[in-house]
């Protein structure tokens, strides 16, 4: 099992370059980022784990530049976002943005995507709430594109793109549909999601991890219906407290790797949670870029 982490970094929690360093050296597998732009303080969009939004939320740092930063001092370290909310992004942008750093990491970089819960936040980018799941699968449909090794054109609902020369290119090869870094596409179980995982992407990436029993034969039913390879299919529950018996059961699943949580902390509370997750790191739960960049 390789354990990855997630945390709120912040302009007032311990540093990308502190982290990525602690991470790589005590064999954690990545470490994955979380993504808002802005906070709307006007927002009647409750939060989805209840009660009030904590204060990371609205100090997030770009976890693109962040993730730079990361692989800078690295070099085996997964880099990840959880998530990239697609639909607030001109995706020709988002495009380069990925690329270059996919490149630049070694192909160390995995895209978590997702739809967004903040309607106000999406709002402000110019993002219709009832159509952005369309919006996000057509914006990767012109990711897609640019990522081509010839120049390809795109015509979409929401977004077009000429045929053009774009580089750098993913480290990846195309998997099946599947052009780009690694992707996992994160959201609650249900059919529209995992026909996007099947069209798009390389796996899920559940929050919490809770049901997992019951979703993944539907999942795993619907990759088959859709051709996909049944060997590569990947989820990462995301965001997880960890504890022995949990990881147990996942790795009964069939799960290769875990997100574990970490506080919005400054640096010696951080490396302390670090210290006690150090048991859950077995043989090989370390950094393997084979297992990324094929």
């Known amino acids: 099992m390789r354990i990855s982490v997630t945390i709120f970094l912040t302009d007032e929690t311990i540093t990308p370059t502190r982290l990525a360093r602690e991470l790589e050296q005590r064999g954690f597998a990545g470490l994955y980022l979380p993504e808002h732009t802005h906070i709307p303080v006007e927002r009647t969009s409750p939060y989805p784990a209840g009660g009030e939004l904590p204060p990371e939320y609205g100090r997030t740092l770009d976890p693109f530049v962040a993730l730079g930063q990361a692989a800078a001092v690295t070099e085996d370290l997964g880099l990840g976002t959880g998530i990239t909310l697609v639909a607030q992004h001109d995706p020709i942008d988002l495009a380069k943005q990925i690329a270059t750093l996919d490149h630049l990491s070694g192909g160390r970089f995995t895209l978590g995507l997702g739809f967004g819960w903040n309607v106000e936040e999406a709002d402000d980018h110019g993002v219709e709430w009832r159509t952005r799941r369309e919006l996000v699968r057509d914006r990767m449909g012109l990711m897609r594109a640019l990522w081509s090794d010839e120049p ?111 506080p919005p902390a400054g640096e010696a509370e951080v490396l302390g949670l670090l210290d006690a997750y150090a048991p859950f790191i077995g043989e090989g739960g370390g950094g393997d870029r084979s297992a990324r960049a094929v």
């Not at 609650?188 to 798009?200: D, M, N, Q, T, V």
């Open 152 to 262: 390809t054109p795109y015509e979409g609902e929401f977004g077009s793109v000429r045929a053009s020369t774009a580089y750098p290119k993913p480290v990846r090869k195309p998997r099946g549909p599947v052009l780009g870094p690694r992707t996992l596409v994160g959201g609650a179980a249900g059919p529209k999601l995992f026909s996007h995982i099947c069209e798009y992407a390389d796996g899920w990436l559940p929050i919490g991890g809770r049901g997992l029993s019951e979703s993944l034969p539907v999942l795993r039913a619907a990759w088959a219906d859709a051709g996909r390879d049944p060997a590569g299919l990947q989820i990462v529950p995301y965001a997880v407290q960890p504890s022995p018996g949990k990881l147990a059961h996942y790795a009964e699943l069939g799960i290769e790797e875990t997100v574990v949580q970490l």
